[in-house]
């Protein structure tokens, strides 16, 4: 029987959160480095699941209360310095306060 080594991955998360009244989408700059669009999120802790993940780093990233989350896509890449994959689960919602 073959031996496959396991790849270690690190799951993250991240919301749009969009104000449809303002027609605005909350951005946040994760990285100076980085020239894209990111918004407010953070890692999936030991245990927990991906939805109240986003739902705490975004109460802790921002203040804002979110509920109502749509799955958007996921986005996921290798990282060959830390041998390791990542795994961002992203999410949209209009619900928010705070």
């Given at each position: 029987m073959?031996?496959?080594?396991?790849?270690?991955?690190?799951?993250?998360?991240?919301?749009?959160i969009?104000?449809?009244?303002?027609?605005?989408?909350?951005?946040?700059?994760?990285?100076?480095?980085?020239?894209?669009?990111?918004f407010?999120?953070?890692h999936?802790?030991k245990g927990?699941?991906?939805?109240?993940?986003?739902?705490?780093?975004?109460?802790e990233?921002t203040g804002?209360?979110i509920?109502?989350?749509?799955?958007?896509g996921?986005?996921?890449?290798?990282?060959?310095?830390?041998?390791?994959?990542?795994?961002?689960?992203?999410?949209?919602?209009?619900?928010f306060?705070?």
């Amino acid at each position: 029987m073959a031996y496959h080594e396991l790849e270690k991955v690190e799951l993250t998360n991240m919301c749009a959160i969009i104000d449809e009244k303002n027609q605005k989408v909350l951005v946040q700059e994760r990285k100076k480095s980085w020239t894209g669009i990111g918004f407010p999120g953070g890692h999936v802790e030991k245990g927990e699941a991906l939805i109240p993940s986003t739902i705490r780093e975004i109460k802790e990233e921002t203040g804002l209360d979110i509920s109502n989350l749509k799955p958007c896509g996921i986005k996921d890449w290798f990282e060959p310095k830390k041998n390791r994959r990542y795994m961002v689960f992203l999410y949209s919602t209009t619900t928010f306060s705070g």
